[in-house]
């Protein structure tokens, strides 16, 4: 709870992407009622709101004035790079809060943009090679492997290694078709540690709040691989603090932020660090869950108190590096699978470890085919703590034997999960 009264008061979630569900029970134990809106009819988000709202959130006038006819104190997104500036442009004319401005929002909108912002700072990226073109790649020297990738897309769809010329072309070709832009960028490949930072701006106070390790899924052929464990805190914890934060809170208090949650995705080779993506929202891995456990600071709750009031809430200091440790395993489904049952769920429950289950996913869905190696194929997100590096082993394990995903005829969809003795063999750090 917030220890604020926000009983009576309404907020509006633009777009009712199901990942959101989370924000529902948040304000319902804060006595504020929710309304969706998403041209999407029928949704398992409509399904648990207050008010659902048949329309469509690019008509930003007629948000307006759903907002102005239907009563509401407050507009609110979260996971989509796209509904950012749609929302913040909604507030302006509304005169609500909003975090982040249009031109701060391009952080995570445009991935040239934003590492060219961290340049200017002297905030470490990938090198960058400019390809506009196909015929680029046939005149530019290229320094073999890069990757290419959309500027202005998310969840790693559209994204290549590329180790010729040839596996460039396809690699070219294939992120301009999943730009909103026709853009893309080409950097150095660099397939090593790779770690998210999460921070939190209260009234102009920018502070790292979390950094958790990325582990990847290695079961499955595809051009990229999909993250399928995170592990807080960070066995780079110390590297990131003494060597790197002080420049990312620079940058992001230089170019004006004040207020929200954001994150940075990073990877670590031979002592540097290479920032190659930010987004400026709550992240999908729900750090949220682990720092509510850990400081009693929900950041979407705080969020939606900002929304209904200009306001982060009470001040709060984050030490990331944490007191205790914490997992969050990304299930992923088999490309092309149906969902028929989940199974496991009650009796994880019953674990007094287990911080919170969110599924993306509804019986009925099927893990769209093409899929393999992105977040599009994650279809549920499990939190748990442990005071011990070999607890938080233990239960990892008794995750994984319990919760599973079945198809119509019994069989499991569930991909191979993480190798949790090669992850204990990596946790040679103490809290």
């Known amino acids: ?32 009622l929710i309304g969706v809106a998403d041209y999407n009819k029928n949704t398992y988000l409509k399904s648990l709101a207050d008010f659902a709202h048949d329309i469509s959130v690019m008509d930003e006038d007629a948000i307006v ?58 905030v470490p990226v990938p090198k960058e090679v400019a390809i506009s073109t196909i015929e680029d790649i046939h005149r530019c020297n290229i320094p073999f492997p890069v990757i290419i990738k959309p500027v202005d897309s998310s969840s790693s769809v559209g994204v290549m290694p590329c180790f010729t010329t040839g596996e460039l072309e396809i690699g070219y070709q294939n992120a301009i078709a999943h730009s909103h832009s026709g853009d893309a960028i080409v950097e150095q490949y660099l397939p090593f540690d790779e770690v998210n930072l999460t921070y939190i701006a209260q009234n102009g106070d920018i502070q790292l709040a979390a950094v958790h390790d990325r582990y990847f899924n290695t079961t499955q052929k595809s051009a990229t691989k999909a993250p399928d464990l995170y592990i807080y805190p960070s066995r780079y914890m110390d590297l990131i603090i003494e060597k790197y ?24 080779h031979k002592g ?32 939606m108190l900002f929304a209904l009031t200009g306001s982060m809430g009470k001040h709060v200091q984050f030490n990331p590096k944490m007191k205790r440790w914490y997992a969050t395993l990304n299930v992923l489904g088999q ?22 289950i969110a599924r993306r996913n ?70």
């Not at 913040?88 to 909108?109: A, D, H, W, Y």
């Not at 934060?245 to 670590?268: C, D, P, Y």
């Not at 319990?402 to 949790?420: C, E, K, M, W």
Request: glycine share 8%; with cysteine; charged share 20%.
């Open 335 to 356: 490309p092309g699978a149906s969902i028929a049952q989940f199974c496991g769920i009650e009796a994880l429950n019953t674990y007094p470890w287990l911080i919170h």
């Open 65 to 122: 004035e759903l907002y102005k006819n239907e009563g509401y104190d407050g507009i609110i997104s979260a996971f989509n790079e796209r509904l950012g500036p749609i929302t913040r442009r909604i507030g302006e004319k509304l005169n609500v809060p909003v975090p982040f401005t249009v031109e701060q929002l391009q952080m995570s909108t445009n991935k040239k943009y934003f590492k060219h912002v961290c340049m200017e700072y002297g």
């Open 1 to 32: 709870m917030l220890g604020y009264d926000l009983r009576g008061k309404k907020l509006l979630l633009i777009g009712g992407i199901n990942n959101t569900a989370d924000l529902v029970n948040l304000a319902h134990r804060n006595g504020v």
């Open 362 to 431: 509804q019986v009925g869905d099927t893990i769209p085919a093409d899929s393999a190696g992105t977040l599009v194929q994650d279809t549920t997100r499990i939190h748990l703590c442990a005071d011990t590096k070999e607890q938080l082993i233990e239960r990892i394990n008794k995750v994984n034997e319990l919760y599973q995903i079945l198809d119509a005829d019994g069989n499991s969809i569930v991909l191979t999960p993480h190798d949790t003795q090669e992850v204990y063999r990596g946790l040679d750090y103490e809290l």
């Open 245 to 268: 934060n002080t420049a990312i809170i620079h940058m992001l208090q230089e170019i004006g932020v004040k207020n929200g949650s954001l994150f940075i995705q990073a990877i670590i």
């Open 272 to 303: 540097q660090m290479y920032c190659y993506e930010a987004g400026m929202r709550l992240n999908g891995c729900k750090t949220y869950q682990i720092l509510e456990y850990e400081n009693n600071y929900n950041t979407f709750e705080h969020l």
